[in-house]
């Protein structure tokens, strides 16, 4: 392994702090030089006062847009799913360049040192686009070979490109702290620590460094355009100010330590509990439970083809175990798993172990959200964090919207298209938030409009996740003569601006014979979506950042209700006899406890009565069953515990967590009344809930 070089708090330990920040300071006031025509003006405050010179060009004009429609509502895009400081992940040299300098555009946009001189060591670049690898790794100022929309080792976020963005209309961007200490131990350059907490600490203060390095060319603290939020009530006052609202999420594999190695689990809930206060005193306020590998927490919905066996590969060397595979319950099913061969990964399998083969028909992961995960979720709803639904297996993810809607908490945010989109609806009538991966334009016109009625239907706007610096590809060029190609220059889309290409160094980009191959060409996309699928796809997206704050809004203000049951008298029709160490009495599924339950003798017919000890109004009724469930079950209220009403009814019940809404109505008894049994064994609930809102 080659030397680490001093980290920050390696240089601080000699220098101090406050000596550190006055030589960064100082060295990026020297940096930010006047660039000519860029003066700042009390009429143009859109423009910096200095620019670091050389550097990137914006190559947009005009104003952007402030305040709120005459709804009151706030405008403009929203990137659900970027990684702004993923350079800084996997070990370091996994993505190339910087998303800004201190030093300068030609340091922060240089390739990595062993892709010089031909790219023949970037093995990272030719296992994920193929070829040999080999490209002109000068970056400043030529840009000969990269960024590129189908190089998926080089930065696509530098500041000045994020600038671009947002001077098009962008105003939430999401910038997801993402690392897999797997995929960096296997990897052969490394300048860091592996460790994922670690380095999700590194990129959110790099994220507040970037912060700074920007508001110093607006004249000093608070004063630039991308601004760090922690609540949405902070985000809407940026967004009315006409900047950037940034917020920070974490997407990782193994958070605050939570792998599971042969299925045992190798973190505790006291490491959840420190891990949420820490992430949360950083400002995250979003964020996958597991992505790509089985973790302590939840199973994952699969990747495809030979990337989803070389990932497979990973989750080997990191659980001990590959991933499992069963039928699907209902008609949401996992992504087709990996069964392509991936030489490179597969050869890092220990001797005598291969990847085992799947059937076709069974789509599932058998690994759903776990008990700690269930805790890790019940902490972010108490946090009033949004949970991240993408990348959660169908059988995790049902269990996370059914403990969602048992508290109403609206908190769910699908981000770039991994959820199973038959779920939408249910994501919708939550009060959640969805975003679509940044697609080609004709594809993603296709998928934004195949859910236009839901969106009308539950009026909320949409949003993308460009997954910048993401390692997933992006929308490749339609061609100098393809129909309704981008003319340039053009308007953005509130009008205010006019959009021409986007120059860096020497190299001009042209969304259509380049493609996508870079943040600052975001509202180059976003017109080809206006030539190709039309105005309404723009205007959906358009109330993107509106949805998104109404989603997190509605997330702070959430209030758990009171649950009358909790401790209420209860009494049963039968309770199952196990032996004299067991207890399944009545009581059980009110004593908040998820690990005790009523249990039923095993015949139809059964039932749980329960005494709220005066009229309550009642309007919610959640029911945790045990793999004994009922398949066909009424809620029965009364005033007396004698004559019985039934609330409400089903035929078509399923186990789980079961949330039952109704017209409120007031009772001070309440009965669970099983008609038909859905397995050979009785009833069974571990806790029932009672709630008036």
Same mark, same amino acid.
């Given at each position: 392994?080659?030397?680490?070089?001093?980290?920050?708090?390696?240089?601080?330990?000699?220098?101090?702090?406050?000596?550190?920040?006055?030589?960064?300071?100082?060295?990026?006031?020297?940096?930010?030089?006047?660039?000519?025509?860029?003066?700042?003006?009390?009429?143009?405050?859109?423009?910096?006062?200095?620019?670091?010179?050389?550097?990137?060009?914006?190559?947009?004009?005009?104003?952007?847009?402030?305040?709120?429609?005459?709804?009151?509502?706030?405008?403009?895009?929203?990137?659900?799913?970027?990684?702004?400081?993923?350079?800084?992940?996997?070990?370091?040299?996994?993505?190339?360049?910087?998303?800004?300098?201190?030093?300068?555009?030609?340091?922060?946009?240089?390739?990595?040192?062993?892709?010089?001189?031909?790219?023949?060591?970037?093995?990272?670049?030719?296992?994920?686009?193929?070829?040999?690898?080999?490209?002109?790794?000068?970056?400043?100022?030529?840009?000969?070979?990269?960024?590129?929309?189908?190089?998926?080792?080089?930065?696509?976020?530098?500041?000045?490109?994020?600038?671009?963005?947002?001077?098009?209309?962008?105003?939430?961007?999401?910038?997801?702290?993402?690392?897999?200490?797997?995929?960096?131990?296997?990897?052969?350059?490394?300048?860091?620590?592996?460790?994922?907490?670690?380095?999700?600490?590194?990129?959110?203060?790099?994220?507040?460094?970037?912060?700074?390095?920007?508001?110093?060319?607006?004249?000093?603290?608070?004063?630039?355009?991308?601004?760090?939020?922690?609540?949405?009530?902070?985000?809407?006052?940026?967004?009315?100010?006409?900047?950037?609202?940034?917020?920070?999420?974490?997407?990782?594999?193994?958070?605050?330590?939570?792998?599971?190695?042969?299925?045992?689990?190798?973190?505790?809930?006291?490491?959840?509990?420190?891990?949420?206060?820490?992430?949360?005193?950083?400002?995250?306020?979003?964020?996958?439970?597991?992505?790509?590998?089985?973790?302590?927490?939840?199973?994952?919905?699969?990747?495809?083809?030979?990337?989803?066996?070389?990932?497979?590969?990973?989750?080997?060397?990191?659980?001990?175990?590959?991933?499992?595979?069963?039928?699907?319950?209902?008609?949401?099913?996992?992504?087709?798993?990996?069964?392509?061969?991936?030489?490179?990964?597969?050869?890092?399998?220990?001797?005598?172990?291969?990847?085992?083969?799947? *059937?076709?028909?069974?789509?599932?992961? /058998?690994?759903? %959200?776990?008990? !700690? $995960?269930?805790? +890790?979720?019940?902490? =972010?709803?108490?946090?009033?964090?949004?949970?991240?639904?993408?990348?959660?297996?169908?059988?995790?993810?049902?269990?996370?919207?059914?403990?969602?809607?048992?508290?109403?908490?609206?908190?769910?945010?699908?981000?770039? *298209?991994?959820?199973?989109?038959?779920? /939408?609806?249910? %994501?919708?009538? !939550? $009060?959640?938030? +969805?975003?679509?991966? =940044?697609?080609?334009?004709?594809?993603?016109?296709?998928?934004?409009?195949?859910?236009?009625?839901?969106?009308?239907?539950?009026?909320?706007?949409?949003?993308?996740?460009?997954?910048?610096?993401?390692?997933?590809?992006?929308?490749?060029?339609?061609?100098?003569?393809?129909?309704?190609?981008?003319?340039?220059?053009?308007?953005?889309?509130?009008?205010?601006?006019?959009?021409?290409?986007?120059?860096?160094?020497?190299?001009?980009?042209?969304?259509?014979?380049?493609?996508?191959?870079?943040?600052?060409?975001?509202?180059?996309?976003?017109?080809?979506?206006?030539?190709?699928?039309?105005?309404?796809?723009?205007?959906?997206?358009?109330?993107?950042?509106?949805?998104?704050?109404?989603?997190?809004?509605?997330?702070?203000?959430?209030?758990?209700?009171?649950?009358?049951?909790?401790?209420?008298?209860?009494?049963?029709?039968?309770?199952?006899?196990?032996?004299?160490?067991?207890?399944?009495?009545?009581?059980?599924?009110?004593?908040?406890?998820?690990?005790?339950?009523?249990?039923?003798?095993?015949?139809?017919?059964?039932?749980?009565?329960?005494?709220?000890?005066?009229?309550?109004?009642?309007?919610?009724?959640?029911?945790?069953?045990?793999?004994?469930?009922?398949?066909?079950?009424?809620?029965?209220?009364?005033?007396?515990?004698?004559?019985?009403?039934?609330?409400?009814?089903?035929?078509?019940?399923?186990?789980?967590?079961?949330?039952?809404?109704?017209?409120?109505?007031?009772?001070?008894?309440?009965?669970?009344?099983?008609?038909?049994?859905?397995?050979?064994?009785?009833?069974?609930?571990?806790?029932?809930?009672?709630?008036?809102?």
């Amino acid at each position: 392994m080659s030397m680490r070089p001093p980290t920050r708090s390696r240089m601080s330990g000699r220098r101090g702090p406050l000596a550190v920040l006055a030589l960064l300071l100082a060295t990026v006031t020297l940096l930010l030089t006047p660039a000519p025509g860029s003066a700042a003006a009390e009429d143009s405050w859109w423009n910096p006062s200095a620019r670091p010179a050389p550097d990137s060009q914006i190559n947009v004009t005009g104003e952007p847009f402030k305040g709120t429609n005459e709804r009151g509502e706030v405008r403009g895009f929203v990137d659900a799913h970027n990684h702004l400081m993923s350079n800084e992940a996997f070990g370091g040299r996994l993505i190339c360049g910087q998303t800004f300098s201190v030093k300068g555009v030609a340091d922060a946009l240089k390739d990595c040192p062993e892709h010089y001189p031909d790219g023949s060591l970037a093995i990272f670049d030719f296992i994920t686009k193929g070829g040999d690898g080999k490209h002109d790794p000068d970056g400043w100022p030529t840009f000969k070979d990269w960024p590129a929309h189908d190089s998926l080792t080089h930065q696509q976020n530098y500041y000045a490109w994020v600038e671009r963005a947002w001077r098009g209309g962008q105003r939430v961007l999401v910038n997801d702290l993402v690392t897999n200490g797997v995929i960096c131990s296997v990897y052969f350059f490394k300048d860091r620590s592996c460790d994922e907490m670690t380095s999700i600490r590194l990129q959110a203060r790099k994220t507040y460094e970037m912060q700074e390095y920007i508001d110093t060319m607006f004249g000093g603290p608070g004063k630039g355009w991308f601004r760090i939020v922690t609540d949405s009530a902070q985000a809407r006052q940026v967004i009315e100010q006409g900047k950037l609202a940034v917020v920070l999420g974490v997407e990782t594999s193994e958070p605050f330590g939570c792998k599971q190695i042969l299925d045992i689990a190798q973190c505790s809930k006291a490491d959840i509990d420190r891990g949420l206060d820490e992430l949360h005193g950083l400002g995250v306020r979003s964020m996958f439970l597991c992505h790509k590998f089985d973790n302590a927490l939840c199973g994952v919905r699969f990747d495809s083809g030979a990337l989803g066996t070389a990932i497979n590969v990973g989750q080997f060397l990191s659980t001990g175990t590959f991933w499992k595979t069963e039928q699907c319950a209902g008609p949401q099913q996992d992504n087709p798993i990996g069964l392509a061969a991936a030489p490179n990964a597969q050869k890092e399998l220990p001797a005598g172990v291969s990847v085992p083969a799947y *059937s076709q028909d069974t789509r599932c992961n /058998t690994r759903g %959200l776990t008990e !700690l $995960g269930e805790y +890790a979720l019940r902490g =972010m709803m108490k946090r009033k964090m949004m949970l991240e639904l993408d990348h959660m297996s169908v059988k995790a993810a049902g269990r996370a919207f059914d403990i969602m809607e048992s508290a109403s908490y609206p908190g769910a945010i699908s981000s770039h *298209s991994w959820m199973d989109s038959s779920w /939408t609806e249910r %994501l919708y009538k !939550l $009060g959640g938030f +969805a975003a679509q991966y =940044m697609n080609g334009s004709e594809a993603f016109s296709v998928e934004a409009k195949a859910k236009d009625a839901l969106r009308d239907k539950y009026d909320v706007g949409y949003g993308y996740g460009t997954d910048m610096n993401g390692v997933g590809g992006w929308p490749g060029p339609r061609g100098a003569d393809a129909p309704n190609k981008v003319t340039y220059p053009f308007r953005s889309t509130d009008g205010g601006s006019v959009i021409d290409k986007q120059t860096t160094g020497q190299r001009t980009w042209d969304l259509n014979t380049d493609g996508a191959s870079h943040n600052g060409l975001v509202p180059d996309w976003i017109e080809d979506i206006r030539r190709v699928g039309g105005q309404d796809v723009v205007d959906d997206l358009f109330r993107g950042a509106e949805s998104y704050l109404d989603t997190w809004g509605a997330s702070e203000r959430h209030r758990a209700g009171v649950n009358l049951a909790a401790r209420a008298p209860a009494s049963a029709s039968t309770t199952e006899w196990w032996n004299p160490f067991t207890n399944f009495a009545a009581d059980r599924a009110v004593d908040g406890d998820p690990g005790t339950r009523w249990a039923s003798e095993w015949k139809d017919g059964q039932w749980l009565r329960l005494d709220l000890g005066e009229p309550q109004l009642i309007k919610r009724v959640t029911l945790d069953w045990e793999r004994a469930y009922g398949k066909a079950y009424r809620v029965e209220l009364s005033d007396d515990g004698t004559n019985w009403r039934t609330a409400w009814s089903t035929t078509t019940g399923d186990g789980g967590l079961d949330t039952i809404q109704f017209s409120g109505t007031t009772a001070r008894h309440l009965r669970v009344f099983g008609v038909t049994r859905g397995t050979e064994w009785g009833y069974s609930l571990r806790e029932v809930g009672v709630y008036s809102g």
